[in-house]
């Protein structure tokens, strides 16, 4: 069994800064992609960033700038440093895992709960 735990989320200012942080546990060799997702009040779920092992990053349009994701292959983590946070920034924040190679399994699209983030004056 996979688990994903985040940690990080809370309330800042708009123009303040958060980091973000997902731990992935099990009995894992080896994660290919992770990635954070958000889902603000009444909207679809979205991607934010994602990391392969191999260090190549993508980030929605949004962030780019603003946002930097990154991984510790050994620890088996993923953050996300969140600067110039805007209002609209405002979402739960997901944690995805893909493709996770265990002992005995490869699981597909496994995710955290979430921790909330709120930007507000």
């Known amino acids: 069994q996979v688990q994903l735990v985040e940690s990080g989320g809370g309330l800042v200012q708009p123009g303040g800064s958060l980091r973000l942080s997902c731990a992935a546990s099990?009995?894992?060799?080896?994660?290919?992609?992770m990635a954070w997702y958000r889902q603000a009040p009444g909207k679809q779920r979205e991607l934010v960033a994602a990391i392969t092992s191999g260090g190549s990053t993508n980030y929605a349009d949004s962030v780019k700038g603003r946002f930097t994701i990154s991984r510790d292959n050994a620890k088996n983590t993923v953050h996300l440093q969140m600067n110039s946070l805007k209002p609209e920034d405002t979402a739960v924040y997901y944690c995805?895992?893909?493709?996770?190679?265990?002992?005995?399994?490869?699981?597909?699209?496994?995710w955290g709960r979430g921790t909330a983030v709120t930007v507000s004056s």
């Open positions: 099990g009995s894992i060799f080896s994660i290919y992609a």
């Open positions: 995805n895992a893909d493709q996770v190679q265990t002992l005995l399994h490869r699981f597909f699209e496994v």
